[in-house]
């Protein structure tokens, strides 16, 4: 069964700083990964979603990366502004069913000081 | 386009109460999914659907049944509550199995 582990749990840097979420799993044979990022008391955003033969996706700020043979996935955020606090989950798709049954990660809350 | 809604926002049941959790996309999605998230917790499949007519279990679909009569609708049907589905109810639709996942502002669902 695949478990996906993300640290920290929470994590609180100054504004400026560039920072690094960690993602991982434990069964490598995935079709995709994705980012997410939720608001508190809303639903999720999807951020950035890697296929399996990608290495990383970037899109403005945020890039992310993925190894599939080590079973990890970060996502670096540069610059970090007040307005990325949100807690940032990741999910990863399964080949067998091409990756539409996702398994979450717990979460990482960020909190961006300004 | 409104993309993902569900309705209602918040809602108590009583055990043993039943409820129809709703969900409609306007993006002509072919997936849709159910997932809950407890407190502190990641979100856990229920039910997904690739099309009107199919659906299929999740990780956790005990519980839960879904009814796929269109390809804008995917409601989630709770026969008889129990205080273990406290939870908060996600519902999300995607192009593609291998696409991202629009998601909706989730309902919120306490059993007492």
């Known amino acids: 069964k695949q478990e996906v582990t993300q640290i920290p749990a929470a994590l609180s840097v100054p504004e400026g700083e560039n920072l690094v979420l960690n993602c991982s799993f434990t069964?490598?044979?995935?079709?995709?990964l994705q980012w997410f990022r939720q608001d508190p008391g809303k639903g999720l955003t999807s951020l950035l979603l890697?296929?399996?033969?990608?290495r990383e996706q970037t899109s403005g700020r945020l890039n992310a990366s993925l190894d599939k043979s080590s079973g990890r996935s970060t996502l670096y955020i540069a610059a970090s502004q007040p307005g990325d606090s949100a807690t940032y989950l990741c999910?990863?798709?399964?080949?067998?069913?091409?990756?539409?049954?996702?398994?979450f990660g717990e979460g990482t809350q960020l909190t961006v000081n300004p | 386009n409104a993309g993902v809604t569900q309705t209602p926002k918040f809602r108590i049941l009583k055990i043993g109460q039943s409820m129809t959790l709703q969900c409609a996309q306007d993006?002509?999605?072919?997936?849709m999914y159910w997932y809950r998230q407890d407190p502190g917790m990641g979100l856990k499949l229920i039910y997904y659907?690739?099309?009107?007519?199919?659906?299929d279990k999740g990780e956790v679909p005990n519980g839960y049944n879904v009814s796929r009569s269109t390809t804008e609708d995917f409601p989630l049907r709770l026969e008889l509550a129990a205080p273990s589905q406290t939870s908060v109810y996600f519902c999300?639709?995607?192009?593609?199995?291998?696409?991202?996942?629009?998601f909706g502002p989730g309902t919120r669902l306490t059993v007492l």
């Open positions: 069964d490598s044979a995935i079709y995709n």
């Open positions: 890697i296929q399996s033969s990608q």
């Open positions: 999910a990863v798709g399964p080949q067998e069913t091409s990756g539409s049954r996702l398994t």
């Open positions: 993006m002509n999605h072919n997936y």
């Open positions: 659907s690739v099309g009107a007519g199919i659906t």
């Open positions: 999300a639709s995607s192009q593609k199995d291998s696409h991202p996942q629009f």
